[in-house]
Nanobody, 117 residues
């Protein structure tokens, strides 16, 4: 499985960005796709996840500002980020996993989001 993320960049506080992540290879129909982020000097943390049935989960810090969605036909997950804050600055990684298969857990290469104040 390969994950290709795109859409990061530099934006001013209050602005918006949309991240995309396309998965290819052996994609299981039942899966969870998600976004995680890692800021300098911090551990990687969950941002949002979405199941193949479109159930979503968000970190408290992004609720109401970020929206995760997916296109199952394209095996692509999106993250619409609005009202960005400087503390959202991080490398954002996409992930795909299957909760019943421990070895089915793949990461993209990461895309940098920088929010200036």
């Amino acid at each position: 499985v390969q994950l290709q993320a795109s859409g990061g960049g530099l934006v001013q506080a209050g602005g918006s960005l949309r991240l995309s992540c396309a998965a290819s290879g052996s994609i299981l129909s039942v899966n969870i796709m998600g976004w995680y982020r890692q800021a300098p000097g911090k551990q990687r943390e969950l941002v949002a996840t979405i199941t193949s049935g479109s159930s979503t989960n968000y970190a408290d810090s992004v609720k109401g500002r970020f929206t995760i969605s997916r296109d199952n036909a394209k095996n692509t997950v999106y993250l619409q980020m609005n009202s960005l804050k400087p503390e959202d600055t991080a490398v954002y990684y996409c992930n795909i996993k299957n909760r019943f298969l421990a070895g089915y857990d793949y990461w993209g290469q990461g895309t940098l989001v920088t929010v200036s104040s």
